[in-house]
Structures are given as structure tokens and as C-alpha cells.
């Protein structure tokens, strides 16, 4: 699939962009704060519903954007999608609620209205019409970061090919919070000297495993997968990288850490009896605690090379190549899923890459993706300009304006 045309109205530091795009190779180029990350940011947001960057929605809208007649500050962003089974188009409208004397940037809330094909949707009509794989330096953190980015990885790429996943994720976080508020008042209770109503317990972990145990099969499936494309990216990768060690070539691997042992089961029935299983062990703890203590919201997977956790063990090459490994693997997997290929999103992800790397990287982009959308500060990176020139339409970015050059 690939976007042809992309629109913003108010959307961060754009006040207006009517950008039509091709497939092939298509690079931004900017110095910093120019808006290139966030011609990115909007593929995704059209994609996913959310920003791939953390903080809230009501950033999104233009800080000079004003309400009009009554009805707020709003960003508004479209995205036309050629796909495999037919074009779509996706509109997202953000609405900043502003309480009064509130300053623009700080004070409010914002809530999102979806279009799709010009006709009001949910959220979750929308995600998974259009896929993207975003690639940017902080997704180091997917290596070194904690536990719940992974978890948070895990959950927007599965989501984006899988509604049933979705379903569940967003069910499942729900459970635990009520599940988590029953177990606190229970510890009350008995406190109070009162015994604990075991029915209701059941009735809550029956909610529990009947969600989590289907993202705990997707989860473990997926990284399977991903594993397997990984594995053999990874020692191309590492073949191309002198300061690595060979031997490191051929093992990497994804390692699934589920939060209770899965040794031997793949199948929802089965998982969902080990999961019953565990929380009947963890009963009293979790009863002491007052929270859940099993189950996919406490899973983990790791990054290893040489049977070792490269999170600790391994050098900052050995961290990029592992995540360049994922990220060009999510590429392959997300068209097995769906069965076509997903546009891909490189934000300044060159730069830190050596020349021969960048190179490998461009050539398996440019075969595994209809649309590759990269930015970049300096086109140096390319190599030779003019053969950049005959495989990529060049844009110039400049203070949220972006310039055919
Ligand atoms: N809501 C907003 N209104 C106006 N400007 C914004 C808003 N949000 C972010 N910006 C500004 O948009 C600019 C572009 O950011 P970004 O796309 O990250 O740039 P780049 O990736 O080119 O470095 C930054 O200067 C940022 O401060
Ligand atoms: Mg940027």
C-alpha cells in the first residue's frame, strides 16, 4: 500500500499541507524542528489513532489554532491510501477543549472524531486499514528501556494486523483495573475480619484469562515469527559490521518472558489453563497486594545474543543492530499478515547507521515496501547525490512548509 495524498490542517507547528505523494522512495529533508518527524507522526496517528510520541493529544492541535464561533481549536489530518483491496480514505479530527483563560499549549483536553470514506467511525474501525512501520533512534529504548515500552510495542503492532487482539487488549486493561480494585477491597474487608467472596474472584479471573490468554497466544506467535526474519537479517547485518564479533552472527534471538511458565503450550485452551492455574498459586499474595500479579500486563520479551540479554550485555552496535533486526523483520511479518506490504516510516534513522549498513538497509526497505517516507537532516547521508536524486523524489522541509527540490 502506499499514501497519495496527505493532508493537515493545524496539526503541530503545519497551518496547512496539501502534500500528494508517490511510491518509491520519498525523503524529508530539514534542519532540526522543521516538521519532518511530523509528517511521520501523522502517517502513523492515521494508521493507529495514537502518536507515536508520548504526551497528550491536545499538543497535537496548532498552538495558534483558535476556537471559532463556539466550536474549538481543532487539528484535522487525511490521508488517501492506495491498498491492495481498494483505496481508503482516513480523516482524524482532533478537538482541543480548552477551558477558559487556560494557556493554549497547557491547559484542556482534546477528543478525536474519525472518518473513514468521509463517514463517521470509531477508533477501531479504523486501525489496521492502513499499517505502517515506524523506525526512529528512540526505539533503542525497545532494547534498553523497561518492560512496558516492549509490552507497548508488542500491543500496537499486533493491534494494527489483528482487531481480535485489539479487542482484547483494550478488554483485558479494563479487567485488570477493576480486578485490582475488587482485590484492594477484599483486603479491606478481611482486615475487617470478613472472609473474601471466592465467586466473585472467579467471576473476575474467568474475565482475566478469557482475554488475556489470547494475547499471551498472539504475543508468543508473533515473536516466533518475528524471530525467524530476524534471525537471518541480523546476521547480515552482522557480517557488514567489522567492530562486531562473527560469532555473534548467527544467534539472536527474541525471547518471549511471559509472567508465568508457557514451557511446552502454545494453544488458547492451554494457555488459558496455565494461567488459571498460576493465579489460583498467586491468590494470596495477590490478595495481600491488591494487585494482579499474572498475566500479559506483566510480560516482558528480550533481545538476546549469545544466550545473553543484550540490554545489559551488549554495546550500543550490538543494541542498534538488534532493533534495525525488528524492525526490518516487522516489515516482512505485517505483509504475511495481511497480505499486503506496509508503508514504512525511517524518521533520521541514517545518520547512525555506517555506509554499508545504510545501504543494506535502503536496498531491503526499498524491496520489502511500496512507500518508504524518510527523513533526514543532511542528505549526505545518501551517499551519491545524483543517484539519490534518480531513485527518491526530494522534499525540503522548512518551518511546517514542505517544497519539491
Ligand atoms: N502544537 C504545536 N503547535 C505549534 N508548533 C508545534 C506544536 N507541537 C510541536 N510544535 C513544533 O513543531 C516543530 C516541528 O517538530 P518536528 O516535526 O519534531 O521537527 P523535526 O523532526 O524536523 O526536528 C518543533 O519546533 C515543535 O516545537
Ligand atoms: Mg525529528
Given at each position: 500500500?502506499?499514501?497519495?495524498?496527505?493532508?493537515?490542517?493545524?496539526?503541530?507547528?503545519?497551518?496547512?499541507?496539501?502534500?500528494?505523494?508517490?511510491?518509491?522512495?520519498?525523503?524529508?529533508?530539514?534542519?532540526?524542528?522543521?516538521?519532518?518527524?511530523?509528517?511521520?507522526?501523522?502517517?502513523?496517528?492515521?494508521a493507529?489513532?495514537?502518536?507515536?510520541?508520548?504526551?497528550?493529544?491536545?499538543?497535537?492541535?496548532?498552538?495558534?489554532?483558535?476556537?471559532?464561533?463556539?466550536?474549538?481549536?481543532?487539528?484535522?489530518?487525511?490521508?488517501?491510501?492506495?491498498?491492495?483491496?481498494?483505496?481508503?480514505?482516513?480523516?482524524?479530527?482532533?478537538?482541543?477543549?480548552?477551558?477558559?483563560?487556560?494557556?493554549?499549549?497547557?491547559?484542556?483536553?482534546?477528543?478525536?472524531?474519525?472518518?473513514?470514506?468521509?463517514?463517521?467511525?470509531?477508533?477501531?474501525?479504523?486501525i489496521?486499514?492502513?499499517?505502517?512501520?515506524?523506525?526512529?533512534?528512540?526505539?533503542?529504548?525497545l532494547?534498553?528501556?523497561?518492560?512496558?515500552?516492549?509490552?507497548?510495542y508488542?500491543?500496537?503492532?499486533?493491534?494494527?494486523?489483528?482487531?481480535r487482539?485489539?479487542?482484547?487488549?483494550?478488554?483485558?486493561?479494563?479487567?485488570?483495573?477493576?480486578?485490582?480494585?475488587?482485590?484492594?477491597?477484599?483486603?479491606?474487608?478481611?482486615?475487617?475480619?470478613?472472609?473474601?467472596?471466592?465467586?466473585?474472584?472467579?467471576?473476575?479471573?474467568?474475565?482475566?484469562?478469557?482475554?488475556?490468554?489470547?494475547?499471551?497466544?498472539?504475543?508468543?506467535?508473533a515473536?516466533?515469527?518475528?524471530?525467524g526474519?530476524?534471525?537471518?537479517?541480523?546476521?547480515?547485518?552482522?557480517?557488514?559490521?567489522?567492530?562486531?564479533?562473527?560469532?555473534?552472527?548467527?544467534?539472536?534471538?527474541?525471547?518471549y518472558?511471559?509472567?508465568?511458565?508457557?514451557?511446552?503450550?502454545?494453544?488458547?485452551?492451554?494457555?488459558?489453563?496455565?494461567?488459571?492455574?498460576?493465579?489460583?498459586?498467586?491468590?494470596?499474595?495477590?490478595?495481600?497486594?491488591?494487585?494482579?500479579?499474572?498475566g500479559?500486563?506483566?510480560?516482558?520479551?528480550?533481545?538476546?545474543?549469545?544466550?545473553?540479554?543484550?540490554?545489559?550485555?551488549?554495546?550500543?552496535?550490538?543494541?542498534?543492530?538488534?532493533?534495525?533486526?525488528?524492525?526490518?523483520?516487522?516489515?516482512?511479518?505485517?505483509?504475511?499478515?495481511?497480505?499486503?506490504?506496509?508503508?514504512?516510516?525511517?524518521?533520521?534513522?541514517?545518520?547512525?547507521?555506517?555506509?554499508?549498513?545504510r545501504?543494506?538497509?535502503?536496498?531491503?526497505?526499498?524491496?520489502?515496501?511500496?512507500?518508504?517516507?524518510?527523513?533526514?537532516?543532511?542528505?549526505?547521508?545518501?551517499?551519491?547525490?545524483?543517484?539519490?536524486?534518480?531513485?527518491?523524489?526530494?522534499?525540503?522541509?522548512?518551518?511546517?512548509?514542505?517544497?519539491?527540490?
Amino acid at each position: 500500500m502506499y499514501c497519495q495524498r496527505l493532508t493537515l490542517k493545524d496539526f503541530r507547528n503545519y497551518r496547512r499541507l496539501d502534500l500528494s505523494l508517490s511510491r518509491g522512495l520519498t525523503v524529508f529533508q530539514g534542519e532540526n524542528a522543521s516538521g519532518k518527524t511530523t509528517l511521520l507522526e501523522a502517517l502513523y496517528l492515521l494508521a493507529t489513532t495514537k502518536s507515536p510520541r508520548a504526551g497528550s493529544d491536545q499538543e497535537l492541535v496548532n498552538f495558534g489554532a483558535e476556537a471559532e464561533f463556539g466550536a474549538p481549536a481543532f487539528a484535522r489530518l487525511t490521508g488517501e491510501v492506495d491498498r491492495q483491496d481498494g483505496e481508503i480514505e482516513a480523516e482524524i479530527l482532533i478537538l482541543r477543549d480548552q477551558p477558559p483563560g487556560a494557556d493554549a499549549s497547557t491547559g484542556g483536553t482534546a477528543r478525536k472524531r474519525i472518518k473513514v470514506n468521509g463517514t463517521a467511525r470509531r477508533s477501531i474501525d479504523l486501525i489496521g486499514k492502513i499499517n505502517v512501520v515506524l523506525f526512529s533512534p528512540e526505539d533503542l529504548d525497545l532494547v534498553i528501556g523497561s518492560p512496558s515500552l516492549r509490552r507497548r510495542y508488542l500491543d500496537s503492532t499486533l493491534s494494527q494486523i489483528d482487531h481480535r487482539y485489539l479487542r482484547h487488549w483494550q478488554d483485558y486493561a479494563k479487567v485488570v483495573a477493576q480486578r485490582n480494585g475488587f482485590l484492594r477491597n477484599v483486603r479491606e474487608r478481611q482486615n475487617r475480619g470478613r472472609s473474601p467472596g471466592r465467586d466473585e474472584m472467579s467471576i473476575w479471573n474467568e474475565e482475566l484469562v478469557k482475554n488475556g490468554a489470547y494475547l499471551i497466544k498472539r504475543r508468543l506467535e508473533a515473536l516466533q515469527s518475528l524471530n525467524g526474519l530476524a534471525a537471518a537479517t541480523h546476521a547480515k547485518l552482522t557480517g557488514l559490521d567489522s567492530s562486531l564479533m562473527p560469532e555473534a552472527a548467527n544467534s539472536f534471538q527474541l525471547v518471549y518472558l511471559p509472567s508465568f511458565d508457557l514451557q511446552g503450550v502454545s494453544d488458547e485452551a492451554a494457555i488459558a489453563a496455565r494461567f488459571e492455574a498460576r493465579l489460583t498459586e498467586v491468590r494470596a499474595q495477590e490478595l495481600q497486594r491488591g494487585v494482579s500479579l499474572a498475566g500479559p500486563h506483566r510480560d516482558d520479551f528480550a533481545f538476546m545474543v549469545e544466550e545473553a540479554n543484550i540490554a545489559t550485555y551488549g554495546s550500543r552496535g550490538q543494541q542498534r543492530t538488534a532493533v534495525l533486526s525488528l524492525k526490518l523483520a516487522e516489515v516482512g511479518w505485517m505483509q504475511a499478515q495481511t497480505g499486503d506490504r506496509p508503508i514504512l516510516l525511517l524518521d533520521d534513522i541514517l545518520s547512525e547507521l555506517d555506509v554499508h549498513r545504510r545501504q543494506y538497509v535502503l536496498d531491503t526497505v526499498t524491496a520489502r515496501a511500496d512507500q518508504i517516507l524518510i527523513t533526514a537532516t543532511d542528505l549526505a547521508f545518501f551517499g551519491d547525490q545524483d543517484a539519490l536524486r534518480e531513485m527518491a523524489a526530494l522534499y525540503l522541509v522548512e518551518g511546517g512548509a514542505v517544497k519539491r527540490v
